[in-house]
Nanobody
Framework: VQLQACGGGLVQAGDSLRLSCAASGGSFSMLLLAWFRQVPGKDREFVSAIGLSDLSTVYVDSVKGRFTVSRDNDENTVYLRMTNLRPEDTAVYYC????????????????????????WGQGTLVTVSS
């Protein structure tokens, strides 16, 4: 699966952005999709994940209530809608994918290990100024 992320940019605190990640190859409808972010010198941080439908989503506490992940299986695209952005949200954002495993619960613990993801997008930079 190849992933292509876009939508980053420079915004002010309190603004909104929507990131997109388009997938090609593989079976998109069977993919679990996630967003991670990384700042220089730090480990890649889990942000959010979505299961096979919009009914199954997971968020790290720092973005709950501000970020919304969604997917469009017709367009093979996953989105991350970010609102009320803060300077600490500044990072390169990456989308990632792995295939769904039946009976495995979705939570931050099971979704946040970057080594479990098979495919990664190239990253898109989000900069939030204060």
């Amino acid at each position: 699966v190849q992933l292509q992320a876009c939508g980053g940019g420079l915004v002010q605190a309190g603004d909104s952005l929507r990131l997109s990640c388009a997938a090609s190859g593989g079976s998109f409808s069977m993919l679990l999709l996630a967003w991670f972010r990384q700042v220089p010198g730090k480990d890649r941080e889990f942000v959010s994940a979505i299961g096979l439908s919009d009914l199954s989503t997971v968020y790290v506490d720092s973005v709950k209530g501000r970020f919304t992940v969604s997917r469009d299986n017709d367009e093979n695209t996953v989105y991350l809608r970010m609102t009320n952005l803060r300077p600490e949200d500044t990072a390169v954002y990456y989308c990632a994918a792995k295939y769904f495993i039946a009976d495995r619960p979705m939570n931050v613990r099971t979704m946040s290990d970057p080594t479990e993801y098979d495919s990664w997008g190239q990253g898109t930079l989000v900069t939030v100024s204060s």
